[in-house]
């Protein structure tokens, strides 16, 4: 059987995915963000107060990885982090105004940027998208916990 990269799915969605990603930070470079601050923004205008573990968990980045971002966003004067009272080597994370602030322009800007890399789908196309993608993380989520059990 013969393999061809080009027709890989893999390659296809990582090739989609970096596309995208790039399109993001074309439309978020004008305010100063990159699209892995943008993440981790979007979590926190969801629920402000968690903890830098569980950032790391929801936006599947490594610990040290979001640590660096928190540092670039509180560097911005985006973000604030406080010691945990229940466990003092831990951090809960919370925006400042002015991250609250950025949310009423990067929505938009991040919205016109799907727009873009969605323009000629139907309502039902993007939600038959997702789904598969969805069937193939839980596919592999399954396989990763059956190998770590």
Known sequence: MEFKMEDSLGFIINKTALKMKNNLARHLKPYEITPEQWGILNWL?????ISQKELSEKSFKDQPNVTRILDKLEEKGLIKRQENPDDRRAFSVFLTEKGYGLKDVLVPAATKALDEALQGFDTGEI????????????????????HEG
Do not use: M
């Not at 939600?127 to 399954?142: A, G, M, R, S, W």
């Open 45 to 49: 205008w969801e629920k402000e107060g």
């Open 127 to 146: 939600q038959q998208l997702k789904n598969l993608l969805e069937k193939i993380f839980t596919n592999l989520t399954d396989r990763e916990e059956e």
